[in-house]
């Protein structure tokens, strides 16, 4: 069984900071990428930020300059440093992962996904 738990989110004023961390765990063979999402009321999930085992990254246009993602291999565990906020980026975060399982029947990818905490920008 695998389980994302994330942490970290809250009630910040605009121009503050937040970290959120997610840890993964269970029978993981290797983390292919992970990555944080979000979902704001009445809009679709769209992606923030993702981290290739390699450590390549990607950010969606509104938060490049200002949140940071980085992930420790060792402990399955990525970050999202989020600096500058602003109301625009109050929402749920999710954190995902793709990940590879080691079974009896051999190994296989799967997506999976946190359960979401919340960040909310207000004054």
């Known amino acids: 069984q695998v389980q994302l738990v994330e942490s970290g989110g809250g009630l910040v004023q605009p121009g503050g900071s937040l970290r959120l961390s997610c840890a993964a765990s269970?029978?993981?063979?290797?983390?292919?990428?992970m990555g944080w999402y979000r979902q704001a009321p009445g809009k679709q999930r769209e992606l923030v930020a993702t981290?290739?085992?390699?450590?390549?990254?990607n950010y969606e246009d509104s938060v490049k300059g200002r949140f940071t993602i980085s992930r420790d291999n060792a402990k399955n565990t990525v970050s999202l440093q989020m600096n500058s906020l602003k109301p625009e980026d109050t929402a749920v975060y999710y954190c995902?992962?793709?990940?590879?399982?080691?079974?009896?029947?051999?190994?296989?990818?799967?997506?999976?996904w946190g359960q979401g905490t919340q960040v909310s920008v207000s004054s």
């Open positions: 995902n992962a793709i990940l590879t399982l080691q079974r009896l029947t051999g190994r296989s990818t799967y997506s999976y």
């Open positions: 269970g029978n993981i063979f290797s983390i292919n990428v």
């Open positions: 981290i290739t085992s390699g450590g390549s990254t």
